[in-house]
């Protein structure tokens, strides 16, 4: 993975009515029950990804991977990166925990990338462009924000 931060790719952001300790668990639980599964394996195979299996520890840590992604940081419960590689395409994927209230929690996930060459851009043409990443993204956000609450 490259040092210097990658370009900024979008932020979404939920509000959760659940202290942060609770929606760091459900975030774990979320992200492996979303990108654990079949169609995720199948993905990261047709990718190219550098990791391609779910491992290590639960809730996720520095080190856990999970298809298409490697836990490069962990400060429990505030803040997550999960990074990875394939052949259109390095990201890195940062979670961020803000406690509103001892119950209210804000969930913060940034996307940065790069896509180099023509097969890049037109990957970031289909994920980026059409909203694809966006919708994806806001349904992980609701589905931990239902997980926590």
């Known amino acids: 993975m490259p040092l210097a931060p990658l370009p900024y790719t979008d932020e979404h952001e939920t509000v959760v009515e659940a202290a942060a300790e609770a929606v760091w668990r459900a975030l774990s639980e979320t992200l ?7 169609g995720a394996t199948a993905y990261a195979r047709l990718a190219g990804v550098s990791d391609r299996t779910a491992s290590g520890p639960r809730p996720l840590a520095e080190g856990s991977t999970l298809p298409g992604f490697r836990v490069t940081a962990a400060a429990r419960p505030h803040e997550l990166t999960l990074s990875g590689r394939h052949r259109f395409s390095t990201y890195t994927l940062t ?3 803000e406690a509103l209230a001892p119950t209210r929690s804000r969930l913060r996930a940034e996307s940065r990338a790069t896509f180099p060459g023509l097969p890049g851009t037109a990957y970031r043409h ?10 994806g993204m ?9 997980r926590s609450e």
């Open 32 to 38: 492996v029950r979303s990108f654990a599964g079949r």
């Open 95 to 97: 979670f961020r925990l």
């Open 126 to 135: 289909l994920i980026i462009t059409t909203g694809g990443h966006a919708v």
């Open 138 to 146: 806001r349904r992980l956000l609701a589905a931990v924000r239902h």
